[in-house]
């Protein structure tokens, strides 16, 4: 069974920190997909790794998979409150499903 | 807007009756994903369905089954539930099989609360 844990559960800090959120496994993925969620929503994708050591950057949010593509991280520089949500990430494999990691909790105020 | 929809956003029973969910996926996709996401268990694959024919098979209990239609919308059947089965129940479409791979666009969810 594939299983990914993410580090940590819960996070809250104030506007203008900077975190990291990890996303581990034993298991090697094709892919890694990282997704928010808010409160009464599904979740949204943000982005989609498919290389070893690939970073990819969305506006003040970065991602980077893991060189033997097992474990990610999702770094946010100077949060602010609209990051509030849950982050979860989710292995591909060659079959068809997504394995979601635990969740993180981010809560970000003022 | 995803563009997914789902039917009925909250849903109470009681236990040991049968419900049954609904899900219209985004226009053009082919595949349904089903996942249940409880406070315990994080968000779970349940099963997937790639234009009518079942494609992936995960946690899903004996009580439960779905079906996609022609018309490529999906239902997803609760029978005797149980207490535990109180969760939240989510429908992702996706334009191919890959679920690996394609980006999943979640709709809203069901709440099943069972009393």
């Known amino acids: 069974t594939q299983l990914l844990e993410q580090s940590p559960q819960f996070l809250s800090i104030q506007e203008g920190e900077n975190l990291t959120v990890y996303c581990n496994s034993s298991?090697?993925?094709?892919?890694l997909q990282w997704y928010r969620q808010e409160p009464g929503e599904g979740p949204v994708l943000l982005v989609t790794?498919?290389?070893?050591?690939e970073v990819k950057k969305l506006k003040r949010l970065t991602f980077q998979f893991g060189d033997a593509r097992k474990d990610s991280s999702l770094h946010i520089t100077a949060a602010q409150p609209g990051d509030t949500g849950l982050y979860l990430c989710?292995?591909?494999?060659?079959?068809?499903?997504?394995?979601f990691g635990t969740g993180t909790r981010l809560q970000v105020t003022l | 807007d995803s563009g997914v929809t789902q039917t009925p956003k909250h849903l109470i029973t009681a236990t040991g009756q049968r419900v049954t969910l609904r899900c219209s996926p985004r226009s053009g996709d082919l595949s349904v994903y089903w996942y249940q996401q409880s406070l315990d268990q994080g968000l779970q694959f349940l099963i997937q369905?790639?234009?009518?024919?079942?494609?992936a098979k995960g946690n899903i209990l004996e009580r439960f089954s779905a079906q996609q239609f022609p018309d490529l919308h999906s239902e997803l059947n609760l029978s005797s539930l149980e207490l535990g089965d109180s969760a939240l129940y989510f429908c992702?479409?996706?334009?191919?099989?890959?679920?690996?791979?394609?980006?999943?666009?979640f709709g809203p969810g069901t709440r099943l609360t069972v009393l």
């Open positions: 989710a292995g591909g494999s060659t079959a068809s499903k997504l394995t």
């Open positions: 790794v498919v290389t070893g050591g």
């Open positions: 369905y790639y234009n009518g024919e079942e494609r």
């Open positions: 298991s090697v993925f094709s892919s």
């Open positions: 992702a479409s996706s334009p191919t099989s890959s679920g690996g791979r394609d980006e999943q666009f």
